[in-house]
């Protein structure tokens, strides 16, 4: 069974630093897109960050100039450096990817579970 495994969250202080990293554990064939989501208390799910197996990423305007998402293919592992956090970014952190699973199969999409991310003084 392949797992999403999330690390990297915490509580950190208003204009401080955080790092999460995804990774997916277990026989996988490809690691294809892969995004960074978050949902706050009472809020909906929102995309923070996105990422193609090759490089290509997209984020959201929220976040833009602050969050950095990168993927290291040989370590099927994804990254979010999140910089000069603000109250407004404590959420629920969750990767989210694209995986196949054996080299003929459709791809399919697979949830973390989540990591808190926590922005207060």
């Known amino acids: 069974q392949v797992q999403l495994v999330e690390s990297g969250g915490g509580l950190v202080q208003p204009g401080g630093s955080l790092r999460l990293s995804c990774t997916a554990s277990g026989s996988i064939f490809s690691l294809n897109a892969m995004g960074w989501y978050r949902q706050g208390s009472g809020e909906e799910r929102e995309m923070v960050a996105t990422i193609t197996s090759d490089g290509m990423t997209n984020y959201a305007d929220s976040v833009k100039g602050r969050f950095t998402i990168s993927r290291d293919n040989a370590k099927n592992t994804m990254y979010l450096q999140m910089n000069s956090l603000k109250p407004g970014d404590t959420a629920v952190y969750y990767c989210?990817?694209?995986?196949?699973?054996?080299?003929?199969?459709?791809?399919?999409?697979?949830w973390g579970q989540g990591t808190q991310v926590t922005v207060s003084s």
């Open positions: 989210n990817a694209w995986i196949r699973y054996r080299r003929w199969d459709r791809e399919l999409n697979k």
